[in-house]
């Protein structure tokens, strides 16, 4: 609808853009090589960051980074997962039928991640979202499953990634022997007032719009109500522009956005 009138080529604010063309901050970068240097080494890593601050957005880079002649990756979300479904869920994408015993099941993945490694001359990388959701025993496997040759070797790259409440658990006495375990830990914060008016003209720039369309006023305003999460820059990017098309206006200003924070999104609620 907007794309038209603002002279568009594609939709800047939406999920699915290549992740060649998104904004990559100095900290996406850094955590970017921690991963990469997590998957080389074979390095058990956590990825936390407040909902919105762009979890998925930095696995889908880190993942279709990985050249596939040198790394099988193994991907799972799932909030209600057990010991036995996730080493079912690995064996599956390994083209495996998974033994019914979590023993037995675990026995299998160690001697197919052995095949990968010697045969294959392949790293194995699991990546494992909405990690913040498992249960204690889940997070335990973890710590069995990467004891392996008498713990003189991690038999993967294990990634967990989950909202910032995973390591406030992990710091939890109870989860200190999985704590210990951990190699890497990596924090998104949230994007500065500097970084957010970047994010935006990177989108635009995708869409192709090399002419000014928000406002400095603007840009502040969609910081001040984002507080730099990336759902809510796009949620109130995207309302603005259809906002200000509508208007028949070329220029988004604070007005504009102010006007679709209150009428259009909760009063300006913060999620």
């Known amino acids: 609808m907007y794309e038209s ?5 594609s939709t800047p604010f939406v999920r699915d853009i290549p992740t060649a063309a998104l904004y990559e901050s100095p900290y996406v970068a850094e955590i970017l090589g921690r991963l ?15 909902p919105g601050c762009g979890k998925s957005t930095i696995i ?23 010991p036995r479904w996730f080493y079912k869920g690995l064996l599956d994408q390994l083209g495996i039928e998974s033994k019914f015993y979590r023993g037995d099941a675990k026995r299998q993945l160690h001697k197919e991640i052995e095949i990968i490694r010697g045969v294959q001359k392949k790293k194995v990388v699991c990546v494992l979202d909405e ?25 993967m790259s294990l990634i967990l990634v989950g909202q910032s409440e995973l390591w406030e658990k992990m710091k939890l006495q109870r989860y200190a022997a999985i704590r210990q375990r951990v ?3 990596c924090v998104l914060p949230h994007l500065d007032a500097s970084q957010t008016a970047s994010y935006i003209q990177c989108h635009l720039a995708y869409a192709g719009c090399d002419h000014e369309l928000f406002t400095d006023k603007a840009m502040d305003e969609i910081y001040r109500c984002s507080t730099g999460t990336m759902r809510m820059i796009n949620r109130i ?9 509508q208007q028949r206006k070329k220029l988004i200003d604070d007005h504009a956005v102010r006007y679709v924070i209150e009428h259009e999104m ?3 609620e913060r999620l």
Do not use: W
Not at 36 to 50: E, K, N, P
Not at 237 to 245: G, H, N, P, Q
């Open 5 to 9: 009138f603002f002279e568009m080529i």
């Open 36 to 50: 990469s240097y997590a998957a080389d080494r074979q390095l058990f890593a956590v990825l936390t960051a407040d």
């Open 60 to 82: 889908r880079k880190f993942t279709q980074s990985l050249p596939g002649d040198g790394y099988v990756l193994l991907y799972l979300s799932d909030s209600k997962l057990t």
């Open 131 to 155: 990690a913040h959701l498992l249960d204690k025993e889940t997070l335990e496997e973890f710590r069995f499953l990467l004891n392996f040759k008498f713990d003189s070797m991690s038999p």
């Open 183 to 185: 190699d890497l830990n």
């Open 237 to 245: 990017c995207e309302k603005s522009l259809m906002y200000t098309c």
């Open 266 to 268: 909760l009063g300006g």
